[in-house]
């Protein structure tokens, strides 16, 4: 499982505050060189670790090559979130 949190951190006090995360958790172990993720999104501070910790917005990365780098996997979760497209492509934001 990969957990990417986006933190806001304030130059002026030096306070850093969490402002989004993703999980990214693997749907099953294949012996094959791709897999399927399932994507959780999670609004400001929540810790998608948390017990009860309540999904914004969900989807899957399905087919993934596991030989490419894990950046271009976060870059196909946010995809798959709608992120990228427009305000009328994801009436949902």
Partial sequence: MLVVRLELHNANTCEVSTIGS????N???SETNTADYNIGEFSGAVSPLAYGAEVCNSGYV???DRGMDVWT???KALKNL???KSKEEKPWR
């Fill in 22 to 25: 993703i999980k990214i958790a």
């Fill in 27 to 29: 749907m099953g172990m």
């Fill in 62 to 64: 399905l087919n993934h």
């Fill in 73 to 75: 996997l976060v870059s």
């Fill in 82 to 84: 709608g992120y990228g």
